[in-house]
């Protein structure tokens, strides 16, 4: 078994930066993609960014320019760092991670969310 924990989540207002981290523990063999997601309020889940195994990187189209997707493979450790927030990124923030477990399995696990709200 795999277990996410997120943090960094919080209030912060337009303008402003936060920093979003997920760690992964339990039966790992290997971390493989990891990405952050998002999901506003009354709006379906969506990706933000994602990261692979050799440092690639994908970013939507809404947060290219000022998030960046980032990762420590001796920690198990996916970051997002957000800078010039706006309003419209206010949501739900879940981490991804496809795990390979030392059995050989590969499964996807999800963070349990945390909120970002950006607000005057």
């Known amino acids: 078994q795999v277990q996410l924990v997120e943090s960094g989540g919080g209030l912060v207002q337009p303008g402003g930066s936060l920093r979003l981290s997920c760690a992964a523990s339990?039966?790992?063999?290997?971390?493989?993609?990891m990405a952050w997601y998002r999901q506003p309020p009354g709006k379906e889940r969506e990706l933000g960014a994602l990261i692979t195994t050799g440092g690639s990187t994908i970013y939507a189209d809404s947060v290219k320019g000022r998030f960046t997707i980032s990762r420590d493979n001796a920690k198990n450790t996916v970051y997002l760092q957000m800078n010039s927030l706006k309003p419209e990124d206010t949501a739900v923030y879940y981490c991804n991670v496809v795990v390979t477990s030392p059995w050989g399995r590969s499964m996807n696990y999800w963070g349990q969310g945390t909120q970002v709200t950006v607000s005057s």
């Open positions: 339990g039966s790992i063999f290997r971390v493989n993609d």
